[in-house]
């Protein structure tokens, strides 16, 4: 009985030792993917610091809050596009925080959104008195809607810049809108319209004429993405613009 007691116990050493070993080697090959993550463009520190109308607070676990200095129960977190330095996205938060909407740009483990679903959660449980929305970006929007499905209760809507959900979300009772562009090379008009099925009926969709894949942030270029025929910052604008509308006139 003592024999096969060790004979168990050595199976169970060696046995973790290789999940360890495992684990081990997915995290070093994630660590070294992410750090080939495109980098965001110079562009984004004007957007970083505090201004008279937004103050920028950058907390330790690294997300960042936009604060608007005007009076607003209006909060929306962002989560950013997979394999994007979420500090691309700063624009796009800064300039909601300049028109009353508090926004919090979220950082990803290793860029992917999917290993932070749920990060959202506790700014929702600290601040409760305000209405929340949860915007993502390609990859980053795909986590975004799978933290709704769930938890759509806690949410006053969900947008969605070039991406569509993995998993059927049209039962829910939940505002979404859904942002895209024609000249998209890696979520085209042509996915957008077969994903539709995938949410809600009311769902305001709004189609961006000449924007592209890699101007929803400040990165540069997406491989395998398309021309745009706008400039980024007219297309961060009518995002904006969109945005905007959605909270406060929809």
């Not at 046995?15 to 463009?41: D, P, R």
């Not at 993502?136 to 806690?154: E, P």
């Amino acid at each position: 009985m003592e024999k096969l007691s060790s004979i168990i116990k050595r199976i169970f050493l060696k046995f973790l030792f290789v999940i360890i070993i495992f684990f081990f080697v997915v995290f070093f090959i994630l660590y070294i993917w992410s750090l080939g993550s495109y980098k965001n463009l110079s562009e984004v520190n004007k957007y970083l610091v505090s201004n008279e109308k937004v103050k920028i607070e950058i907390k330790k676990n690294k997300d960042i809050f936009f604060i608007s200095k005007s009076l607003t129960d209006k909060f929306l977190v962002f989560y950013p596009g997979g394999h994007v330095n979420y500090k691309s996205y700063s624009p796009i938060c800064f300039k909601l925080a300049e028109k009353g909407i508090n926004s919090i740009l979220i950082k990803m483990p290793f860029n992917l959104a999917f290993f932070g679903i749920k990060k959202i959660e506790k700014y929702i449980n600290l601040y409760k008195n305000f209405k929340w929305y949860i915007c993502g970006h390609s990859l980053g929007g795909v986590a975004a809607t799978l933290y709704s499905k769930n938890n759509y209760k806690k949410l006053s809507g969900l947008i969605l810049l070039a991406s569509y959900p993995s998993k059927d979300i049209s039962y829910l009772n939940l505002r979404v809108l859904s942002i895209y562009a024609t000249n998209d090379g890696l979520v085209s008009p042509e996915k957008i319209e077969i994903k539709k099925k995938l949410l809600p009926l009311t769902t305001k969709f709004f189609l961006i004429e000449g924007g592209n894949h890699s101007q929803f942030g400040y990165y540069g270029f997406q491989k395998g993405d398309l021309n745009s025929t706008i400039s980024r910052e007219k297309q961060i604008d009518i995002v904006i613009s969109q945005i905007y509308d959605f909270i406060f006139n929809f």
